[in-house]
């Protein structure tokens, strides 16, 4: 197989169960990736259109590639957190499923010019979209240790955060932080792993990652965007790999399957608000034991969907959270 092509998607099973019923519809693949995903889609759902986003170009490049015959693929490099935009530019009013599968694609992960892997040595660059400016080399240089100690803490649970930042910033400025094994030797040295890449080091790089490219906030922001352009009965299936991501999606998830209270400036209930969806997973979907004895990244995998079953006071919730039209 092409090391391209080799992708194994996550739960895919799971993703076309969610999207039963709405088969010859529009779909959102808003993380194409090497599209492991829309394939299923294509085979299972008989789309009438696939729009496949990605923020990474090279997903857009090999996606262009592997669906050159098939003419309801539309590609789009870019972010999902602008999928409403893209969807309308299009022509198209709403669609009946959305995928995000978070994070990054095992071929950016595999490439050590990427700087994602702390097991290959590369420069400092992990960037999600690399026709943006900033990488992490970047990123370090206007770090303080106080903000950098958070974001570990916040993004990967990392403990000792503030010892592991304190170092990383100090190593930085005397120079000493020129390529990724630089930060790998850095971790090693405030936990000593014997041997095995030691669990903080995976947590540090997850930190850094989602940092880099301020992946929680467009999470959140390409939630509401799909909100804005799913259809009634349409469906939102979001994977996510770590509990930062999930506590966003479970969030804005419960939030618009629930009714709103509107206050009156005293204090008092004014009005009350129905809920734009159904929640379909008020505990989040695992993967199967056998999926994750067959492929590992599915190991910490997590869905979560919702069905739109009305769009009557999607405005009220948009104004709530300070999203604009
Ligand atoms: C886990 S991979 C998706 C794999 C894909 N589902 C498949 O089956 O091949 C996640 C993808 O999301 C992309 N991505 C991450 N953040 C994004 C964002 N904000 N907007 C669009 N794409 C994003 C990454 O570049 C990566 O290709």
Same mark, same amino acid.
């Given at each position: 197989m092409n090391n391209e092509n080799y992708h194994i998607p996550v739960m895919a099973k799971e993703v076309i169960n969610l999207f039963?019923?709405?088969?010859?519809g529009v779909f959102v693949d808003?993380?194409?990736?090497?599209g492991g995903h829309s394939a299923f889609i294509l085979e299972f759902?008989?789309?009438?259109m696939i729009i496949g986003i990605d923020r990474d170009p090279k997903a857009i490049k090999i996606c262009s590639k592997k669906f050159?015959?098939?003419?309801c693929v539309k590609l789009f490099h870019g972010n999902y957190a602008d999928m409403d935009k893209v969807v309308r530019k299009l022509g198209?009013?709403?669609?009946d499923g959305i995928l995000i599968d978070a994070g990054i694609s095992s071929f950016a992960l595999d490439?050590?010019? *990427?700087?994602?892997?702390?097991q290959k040595d590369g420069p400092l660059d992990m960037r999600?979209?690399?026709?943006?400016?900033?990488?992490l080399g970047d990123f370090l240089d206007e770090m303080d240790e106080h903000t950098l100690a958070k974001i570990l803490k916040e993004?990967?649970?990392?403990?000792k955060p503030y010892r592991v930042a304190k170092m990383i910033i100090q190593r930085r400025k005397e120079g000493?932080?020129?390529?990724i094994s630089d930060i790998v030797q850095t971790v090693l040295e405030v936990f000593?792993?014997?041997?095995r890449v030691s669990d903080e080091v995976r947590q540090v790089f997850q930190a850094l990652r989602i940092a880099v490219n301020n992946e929680l906030f467009f999470l959140r922001k390409g939630l509401w965007a799909g909100l804005k352009i799913l259809s009634i009965k349409g469906r939102f299936v979001v994977i996510s790999f770590h509990s930062g991501e999930d506590r966003i999606v479970k969030s804005v998830f419960r939030l618009v399957s629930q009714p709103m209270r509107l206050l009156s400036p005293?204090?008092?209930?004014r009005d009350r608000i129905l809920p734009i969806a159904k929640d379909l997973t008020p505990k989040p979907l695992p993967p199967s034991s056998e999926e994750v004895r067959i492929?590992? *990244?599915?190991?910490?995998a997590k869905i979560r969907a919702i069905e739109k079953?009305?769009?009557?006071?999607i405005q009220c919730y948009l104004v709530k959270e300070g999203i604009d039209e």
């Open positions: 039963k019923g709405r088969e010859k808003a993380t194409i990736g090497a759902l008989s789309p009438k050159e015959r098939e003419t198209v009013q709403e669609v490439d050590e010019r *990427r700087g994602f892997s702390f999600i979209d690399t026709s943006e400016r900033k990488n993004y990967g649970d990392v403990v000493k932080i020129k390529k000593p792993s014997f041997g005293e204090g008092l209930v492929n590992s *990244r599915a190991k910490s079953i009305s769009d009557r006071s």
